[in-house]
């Protein structure tokens, strides 16, 4: 199972929006709508963002928005603030019991 | 509240076990999957396998196959991870992540993590 595909780093000013994506093929992201995104700051454990594609856990500001086409999922990050600077990962299920992740972006707040 | 508190650091040798704890605070322990995922140092998340404790089944990512075990202890409310045949490149710290349950097929919680050095 090959990890899925993230941008190496992301950036925008605060109050901007950002884009991340993440490819995998058919049998992960593109044949379930099971796309999860996490946010990991330096020296913690992740934290859950966007679970089945879109939803948000209660906690997490509706700036963050969760989508996909085809193979290719992604995450927007709007109204940028400093606290969302860290590395974000994307998972997909990929059947069978099996989870991938993709490698990670380093989003920088400019 | 929810909590997974993992084992402390270990140092290991080339060829040998380790064996990592997952002790669940705060829910059910046999209402939720749990996951185990390890980082290398500077490097992304990678997914090693899943335990379902009620019944005890276990799936792993093929890479892991036949190096990997894990068990719980219903009892104690504990997951393990054993992991063996180490290598330098097993070095990295291990997360037992609980499944978010409901078929949502993502990880809500995560133990702070245990870091795992593997080195001669």
């Known amino acids: 199972q090959s990890a899925l595909t993230q941008p190496p780093s992301a950036s925008g000013s605060p109050g901007q929006s950002v884009t991340i994506s993440c490819t995998g093929t058919n049998s992960d992201v593109g044949g379930y709508n099971y796309v999860s995104w996490y946010q990991q700051h330096p020296g913690k454990a992740p934290k859950l963002l966007i679970y089945e594609v879109s939803k948000r856990p209660s906690g997490v500001p509706d700036r963050f928005y969760g989508s996909k086409s085809g193979n290719t999922a992604s995450l927007t990050v709007s109204g940028l603030q400093a606290e969302d600077e860290g590395d974000i990962y994307c998972s997909s299920y990929a059947g069978r019991n099996n989870w991938v992740f993709g490698g990670g972006t380093k989003l920088t707040v400019l | 509240q929810v909590q997974l508190v993992q084992s402390g650091a270990e140092v290991k040798k080339p060829g040998a076990s380790v064996k990592v704890s997952c002790k669940a605070v705060?829910?059910?322990?046999?209402?939720?999957?749990m996951h185990w995922v390890r980082q290398a140092p500077g490097q992304g998340l990678e997914w090693m396998g899943i335990?379902?404790?009620?019944?005890?089944?276990?799936y792993y990512a093929q890479k892991f196959q036949g190096r990997v075990t894990v068990t719980r202890d219903t009892s104690a409310s504990t997951v393990y991870m054993e992991l063996s045949s180490l290598r330098s490149e097993d070095t990295a710290v291990y997360y037992c992540?609980?499944?978010?349950?409901?078929?949502?097929?993502?990880?809500?919680?995560w133990g702070q993590g245990t870091p795992v050095a593997v080195s001669s």
């Open positions: 992540a609980r499944d978010s349950g409901s078929g949502r097929y993502s990880f809500n919680y």
């Open positions: 705060g829910y059910t322990f046999t209402s939720y999957n």
């Open positions: 335990i379902f404790p009620s019944g005890g089944g276990t």
